[in-house]
């Protein structure tokens, strides 16, 4: 990997964006000239190929799921070590999704309604989610563990813990938090 360029305000790194989309674009929040937020949001718009990656010291609960609603792929707070960034830049920059905040966990998330199965993407050379693992993944990301699950499917706890282990394989995230923030990027939880 190589470092493109740099700034130190939003309104100057959006333009050098537009002008020479990143494939990968690390960005902090509280930006002079513009607010990272809104940066996002254009980059959402007009170059929505651009991977994103969250790096900040703002902490709050709704953070992470206000940077989920705006389709960004990593989140990590700057104050967790770096090997934690460097794993998040490599994840992200590989087509994955990486969480990594401080704080408690995400409140239960509630049930979208029921619609067509969504075409999800998956890691290169694997096979697309089930049905049944997209209602794990769902459960899963509504903070529901995998004994509450399986009651609640009428499976094994030993089947569940299968179904995340090839949901996880399949969608190239390493954790629930990222679990959860792929789920709500494709519509299949909302925050």
Known sequence: MKVAAEFGDGKTGLDHCLAKPPSLLICDLSLPGMHGFDVIKTLREKQPAIRILVLTSRSDATLPAQIAALGVQGYVDKTKPLPTLLEAIKEVAGGGIYFAAKG????????????????????????????????????????????????????????????????????????????????????????
């Open 104 to 191: 408690a966990a995400p409140e239960p998330l509630q049930q979208p309604e029921h619609g067509p199965t969504p075409n999800l993407p998956v890691v290169p050379g694997a096979d697309p989610l089930s049905p049944r693992e997209i209602e794990v993944a769902k459960m899963v990301a509504e903070g529901n563990a995998s004994k509450e699950i399986a009651d609640k499917l009428g499976l094994s706890v030993r089947t569940v813990e299968k179904h995340r282990a090839n949901i996880m394989d399949k969608t190239g995230v390493r954790d629930v938090a990222s679990l959860t923030r792929y789920c709500i990027h494709y519509g299949l939880v909302k925050p």
